[in-house]
């Protein structure tokens, strides 16, 4: 059974950066590609970052933009994030999720999904 395994959420000052990973246990599998989401606390779980697997491109939320990228990591089925110029309106739980079909922007279109990280960022 194929699983999503987030790392590297913590606790960061404004202005500062943290790298998440996502790592996928289990067999290899296919898709269209991975995704970050996030959700703060009573608010919906919004897109951030995702990434096509067949050509490499790569697409961000407005808010994130300049800011986050989304990369492949070394291993296959592996994807970053890395968050600089970290704000407190980042703060939030991060979702890595692999997508199936659809569209990439939207949570219906992911149907695996890992745990969560805690990416707190204080003012």
């Known amino acids: 059974q194929v699983q999503l395994v987030e790392s590297g959420g913590g606790l960061v000052q404004a202005g500062g950066s943290l790298r998440l990973s996502c790592a996928a246990s289990?067999?290899?599998?296919?898709?269209?590609?991975m995704g970050w989401f996030r959700q703060a606390p009573g608010k919906e779980r919004d897109f951030v970052a995702a990434?096509?697997?067949?050509?490499?491109?790569?697409y961000y939320a407005d808010s994130v933009k300049g800011r986050f990228t989304i990369s492949r990591g070394n291993a296959k089925n592996t994807v970053n994030l890395q968050m600089n110029s970290l704000k407190p309106e980042d703060t939030a739980v991060y979702y890595c999720?692999?997508?199936?079909?659809?569209?990439?922007?939207?949570?219906?279109?992911?149907?695996?999904w890992g745990q969560g990280t805690q990416v707190t960022v204080s003012s």
């Open positions: 990434l096509n697997w067949s050509d490499d491109s790569k």
């Open positions: 999720a692999r997508q199936y079909g659809g569209s990439r922007w939207y949570s219906g279109s992911y149907d695996l």
């Open positions: 289990g067999r290899t599998f296919s898709g269209y590609g």
